[in-house]
């Protein structure tokens, strides 16, 4: 059980177009997501929280504007990199974990690349 | 605040060699919890162990160990005679009690096991 699984796994796109990331938890719900980016030969920073029904809450220095965050089902959440620049490739990773859970279920990550 | 420091950027050691990654965190909360993930070249997180700060018992899993020290606020990884699967990063991550339980991770030991 506490399988996350995350879609595409990898994206190749032109600067300028956005991309959506979705996170969904496969045989549990859900009730908070994480987002995570992870730049080559570093560690995970934590984008934002999100809980299902709320607003996303980022960490400071990311910017809402540019990455949306969607929460919207307790299976479901969506990153939006929106207007991607070269500077935005990056392998993103979601987990997800249960109401009142300790522990994070982690996606097998997105690598995107902005062309 | 909280912070997990992982010294040791990078490791390399032969086959059946034992190796021992470090992890010292910093806390100003009672209760936490600390954990240690692999992340193979494919990119996914794999969930080790999980250790709450009430409980200071070390912990042997196969090959595996972990030494848990509150008074150097230390936990350390041991792999015992390890294998070329193990070369992955293992980051060291921590939470403390919380509506969210939001992940502080080391920056990552890569670990190289040559055969």
């Known amino acids: 059980g506490a399988v996350v699984s995350q879609h595409p796994s990898r994206v190749i796109c032109k600067s300028g177009t956005s991309v959506k990331i979705e996170c969904r938890s496969l045989d549990f719900q859900a009730t908070t997501m994480f987002w995570y980016r992870q730049f080559p030969k570093k560690s995970l920073m934590l984008m934002a929280t999100s809980n299902e029904g709320s607003k996303a809450t980022y960490e400071q220095g990311v910017e809402k504007d540019k990455f949306l965050i969607n929460h919207a089902s307790l299976t479901l959440s969506t990153l939006t990199v929106t207007s991607a620049h070269p500077e935005d490739s990056s392998f993103y990773i979601c987990s997800a974990s249960r109401s009142g859970g300790l522990e994070q279920f982690f996606g097998p990550g997105t690598r995107l690349t902005v062309l | 605040a909280q912070k997990v420091t992982q010294a040791q950027t990078e490791i390399s050691v032969v086959e059946k060699e034992d190796v021992t990654l470090d992890c010292v965190y910093e806390?100003?909360?009672?209760?936490?919890?600390l954990f240690w993930y692999k992340q193979p070249p494919s990119g996914e997180l794999v969930f080790l162990i999980r250790r709450n700060s009430f409980d200071e018992q070390n912990e042997i899993s196969g090959r595996y160990s972990w030494n848990f020290q509150k008074s150097t606020s230390s936990f350390n990884f041991t792999i015992t005679a390890s294998q070329v699967v193990d070369s992955a990063v293992y980051f060291c991550?921590?939470?403390?009690?919380?509506?969210?339980?939001?992940?502080?991770f080391g920056k990552g030991t890569l670990l190289t096991v040559n055969p």
């Open positions: 806390t100003r909360d009672t209760t936490y919890y």
């Open positions: 991550a921590l939470t403390q009690g919380g509506s969210n339980y939001k992940l502080t």
